[in-house]
């Protein structure tokens, strides 16, 4: 997860025109005016310390459902593009997979534009980038 948080917040620039809030593992302060991207682990196969293949759930939350899209057709290009490449927070990225999305969904409570998508991650330990 904190893999994920680095790549969109040091490692995408393309994100930048779009004044994000917030890139985090929670809605802690999040209102439907604040444009937001939210992270979490959501499960995976473990076989620690030899291999993990976590499934990552990312929530993009916008003021409209546009700008929404946008927002998150650049997130996943950019987890995909650092698949191969990608070393941090004690991990190195081997392979990216969709398993469910990009879909758009509504927040019943708050009418806020939402897209989510689930990727599985396919990592291996690095111990020389721990933070």
Not at 28 to 39: P, S, Y
Not at 45 to 59: E, F, G
Not at 78 to 83: P, T, Y
Request: net charge negative; charged share 25%.
């Amino acid at each position: 997860m904190a893999g994920v948080i680095d790549i969109l917040t040091n490692q995408t620039p393309e994100l930048a025109p779009y004044s994000i809030d917030n890139i985090s593992g929670d809605l802690t302060g999040w209102d439907k005016t604040k444009t937001w991207i939210q992270v979490s682990r959501e499960g995976g196969l473990r076989v620690w310390p030899k291999i993990s293949k976590p499934r990552i759930d990312i929530d993009v939350y916008a003021p409209t459902s546009n700008e929404c899209a946008d927002i998150m057709d650049i997130v996943e290009a950019s987890i995909f593009r650092a698949q191969y490449q990608y070393r941090g927070w004690g991990i190195r990225l081997h392979r990216v997979i969709e398993e469910v999305g990009p879909v758009e969904a509504y927040d019943k409570h708050e009418e806020s534009p939402r897209y989510f998508c689930s990727l599985r991650l396919t990592t291996t330990p690095d111990f020389e980038s721990m933070p």
